[in-house]
């Protein structure tokens, strides 16, 4: 039975593993430094659909296929399926996975989805409600930009401040074992607005939400940055991970020579248009299922904290002078 | 610790009870037939603020107050927070729940959104993993006319099988207790897409995933109509109504002496422009956490099932020629 220790953080007792993962990119991100990590990509950014938003759907249906056949189980195992992702409605994921016969969660996180279901599916698996629970996300950098910005026919030039949506998904298959990775605690985030007003600056209104997750999640465990061996954070890019190191030095918690950030490892930085690094939810769902498991696999990392960050805005509240609140939602995972 | 007893259903083995519930409704609503039960109503659409995004954000905050004033606890005893709304990215949470200190987890269910919500409370509570957990949701008819269909100023008509969104939002809080109205079992529903495409019927698309979550619950506990005071179903409205009827008789299930819809509760009948009924998240939301949760405690009801029903399609899905898919969440709330 799972078990709270303090405000947020939840360790999770009965050893809920990663027993299968699967990651699909686009060609920009198959390109890019940790490109033949992931297990699937196509130089059609359609994805043989005829929408960008019917290709984010296929994405998540091939990365959910991709972690059942490397977990050799049937979607008939699946006992629920926790998805979401930024397109509106979540369609993305509602069309992704209408068809499959398990059991429909649809959350919302914007870029923080990976992390929330994970940890949803990790919470389920431990406290035997399921047997095998999933946890899926994607993102798409064409449905994105229509949606959140402008059509691509445009050819809008951006900011150097703002990121470059990943196409991507990436999904997770946890179930209870002693030999994999396994998720050890998880601590939900709150909603944490600091007024930043800038759509183009996604990296500062996620930050101070991703510093007060990491120093809520130290002072729950009684644990300092140098216990775990990488402190993986989603898609702050340049300026939201400077923004971080320098809201958590206030509090004494120095994690930079242990962090790295999903935005700043999927791209080449010299590519045009990438500017302060990747985003979206595919950005660190497709390399939590893909860099991070390999290395959690082959023992490279054995305590890892992995972390997704969110930024809950929307054109509407944009346009309506909002400002970008952000929400971050912690895992702990560690090799048995 | 909950156990799994069949494919989809959960039963919660812990009394996670209801002990807090709050209603806002517009003034339509507090105008029909049940509007007397609801907690909070206002004449300004607009809740006092400038916008009704910022409206409909404002009532889910007046919700959770108002659950939180009638349990006796403050918000800070509350570990944790499920939202979610029908507005892009779930606008109407973020800026209805920031600022608040509680962990907070998006989802979304579309209308199906309440029973989701209050669902993973009462396992998150059953599991022991939260002390004290909230579920909310709301929607707003002006925000939702002119995200989903035209600009009010349009005064477009709507045809006879289209519903009215619901201007409400219900919060319910749940805490383990053994005298009080608590969630014996919880079913998570599939994604259900039998290819209905017309927009301005929600009640039809909705019914098939409605009929698909009911069947699957009175196979999974082996039980029947007749072994419960009352079924409601979230907003399938007239059309929805007849055709759950329809498709349930063909598997010999007749519930319609024990059955009521929200959708059909909540509006005079006469009003221009209610057509088939209500609709919305805050739809069923706001039924629950008055006129049921009244009845609950005074005995009138002891033993219901809940299930609200949620049509999983966006306007740019509709316009792709997507179908649009169901899904149905349902719950078994019980008398001590």
Same mark, same amino acid.
């Given at each position: 039975?799972? +078990?709270?220790?303090?405000?947020?953080?939840i360790? /999770?007792?009965?050893?809920p593993?990663?027993?299968?993962?699967?990651?699909?990119?686009g060609?920009?991100?198959r390109?890019?430094p940790?490109?033949?990590?992931f297990?699937?990509?196509?130089?059609?950014?359609?994805?043989? +659909? $005829?929408?960008?938003e019917?290709? +984010?759907?296929r994405?998540?249906?091939?990365? =959910? !296929?991709?972690?059942?056949?490397? %977990?050799g189980?049937? !979607?008939?195992?699946?006992?629920?399926?926790?998805?979401? $992702?930024?397109?509106?409605?979540?369609?993305?994921?509602?069309?992704g /996975?209408?068809g499959k016969?398990?059991?429909?969660v649809?959350?919302y996180?914007?870029?923080?989805?990976?992390?929330?279901? /994970?940890?949803? %599916?990790?919470i389920?698996? $431990?406290c035997?409600?399921?047997?095998? &629970? %999933?946890?899926?996300?994607?993102?798409?950098?064409?449905?994105? !930009?229509?949606?959140?910005?402008?059509?691509?026919?445009?050819?809008a030039l951006?900011?150097?401040?703002s990121?470059?949506?990943?196409?991507?998904?990436? &999904?997770?298959?946890?179930?209870?074992s002693?030999?994999?990775?396994?998720?050890?605690?998880?601590?939900?985030?709150?909603? =944490?607005?600091?007024? =930043?007003? *800038?759509?183009?600056?996604?990296?500062?209104?996620?930050?101070?939400? &991703?510093? *007060?997750?990491?120093?809520?999640?130290?002072?729950?465990?009684?644990?300092?940055p140098?216990?775990?061996d990488?402190?993986?954070?989603g898609?702050?890019? +340049?300026?939201?991970?400077?923004? @971080?190191?320098?809201? /958590?030095?206030?509090?004494?918690?120095?994690?930079?020579?242990?962090?790295n *950030?999903?935005?700043?490892?999927?791209? *080449?930085?010299?590519?045009?248009d990438?500017n &302060?690094?990747?985003?979206?939810c595919?950005?660190?769902?497709?390399?939590?299922?893909?860099? =991070?498991?390999?290395?959690?696999?082959?023992?490279?990392f054995?305590?890892?904290?992995?972390?997704s960050t969110?930024?809950? @805005?929307s054109?509407t509240?944009?346009?309506?002078?909002?400002?970008?609140?952000?929400?971050?939602h912690?895992?702990?995972?560690?090799?048995?």
């Open positions: 039975m799972a +078990e709270r220790i303090c405000n947020s953080t360790i /999770l007792g009965n050893r593993a990663i027993i299968g993962y699967g990651s699909v990119v060609k920009t991100e390109d890019g940790i490109g033949d990590e297990d699937r990509f196509d130089v059609d950014i359609r994805f043989g +659909e $005829d929408t960008f019917k290709a +984010e759907s994405i998540q249906k091939i990365a =959910v !296929e991709t972690a059942l056949n490397k %977990a189980i049937s !979607e008939k195992d699946c006992d629920i399926i926790f998805a979401g $992702d930024l397109l509106n409605q979540c369609i993305g994921s509602t069309f /996975l209408k016969e398990i059991p429909y649809g959350i996180g914007a870029c923080s989805t990976m992390a929330l279901g /994970l940890s949803l %599916a990790s389920f698996v $431990d035997g409600i399921a047997n095998v &629970a %999933a946890a899926v996300t994607s993102s798409h950098f064409c449905s994105a !930009e229509r949606q959140y910005r402008f059509p691509l026919e445009y050819g951006r900011t150097p401040t990121q470059r949506t990943v196409t991507g998904s990436g &999904a997770t298959l946890v179930s209870r002693d030999n994999k990775p396994y998720i050890n605690s998880v601590t939900f985030g709150k909603i =944490v607005d600091k007024g =930043v007003t *800038d759509t183009n600056n996604m990296g500062a209104a996620m930050a101070p939400s &991703a510093a *007060d997750t990491i120093r809520e999640y130290f002072l729950d465990t009684n644990t300092t140098e216990d775990y990488i402190i993986f954070t898609d702050l890019g +340049e300026v939201g991970t400077k923004l @971080l190191y320098e809201l /958590l030095i206030k509090d004494d918690i120095d994690i930079r020579c242990r962090h *950030d999903c935005g700043l490892m999927i791209y *080449d930085k010299n590519l045009r990438v &302060a690094g990747g985003s979206g595919g950005c660190s769902a497709a390399v939590l299922n893909s860099y =991070v498991m390999h290395r959690l696999e082959n023992g490279d054995n305590n890892i904290l992995f972390m969110g930024a809950l @805005l054109p509240s944009a346009l309506q002078g909002e400002s970008i609140p952000g929400v971050s912690l895992i702990n995972i560690r090799n048995p």
